[in-house]
């Protein structure tokens, strides 16, 4: 599986953009897609995720009530709905993937995820 993001920009505070993430190659019931995001100077952080299968999905709490994730499974396609964004949502963007497989994996760690797409660079400006 490959995975390219896109969509990233510059967008002034309170505004909104929506990343996607488009993914290439066989995609199992079992995987667990996810987006984090890298400012500069600081360590790479977990957004949110969703469960390929169910469609069940995952916030960090500072991105809660403001960013929806959501999938298209015929287009192989997750999205990053950001609403309401804040000079702090500022970083670079990454899409992310992994196995669920059989047992539990924290979907929160970056060293979960074994199939990582380039980033998209998201500005918000004050």
């Known amino acids: 599986v490959q995975l390219q993001a896109s969509g990233g920009g510059l967008v002034q505070a309170g505004g909104s953009l929506r990343l996607s993430c488009e993914a290439s190659?066989?995609?199992?019931?079992?995987?667990?897609m996810g987006w984090f995001r890298q400012a500069p100077g600081k360590e790479r952080e977990f957004v949110g995720g969703?469960?390929?299968?169910?469609?069940?999905?995952w916030y960090a709490d500072s991105v809660k009530g403001r960013f929806t994730i959501s999938r298209d499974i015929t287009k192989k396609m997750v999205y990053l709905q950001m609403d309401s964004l804040k000079p702090e949502d500022t970083a670079v963007y990454s899409c992310?993937?992994?196995?669920?497989?059989?047992?539990?994996?924290?979907?929160?760690?970056?060293?979960?995820?074994?199939?990582w797409g380039q980033g998209t660079l998201v500005t918000v400006s004050s």
């Open positions: 992310a993937a992994y196995d669920g497989g059989s047992y539990y994996r924290p979907y929160y760690l970056p060293t979960t995820y074994d199939i």
């Open positions: 190659g066989r995609i199992f019931s079992s995987y667990v």
């Open positions: 969703v469960n390929w299968s169910s469609g069940s999905t």
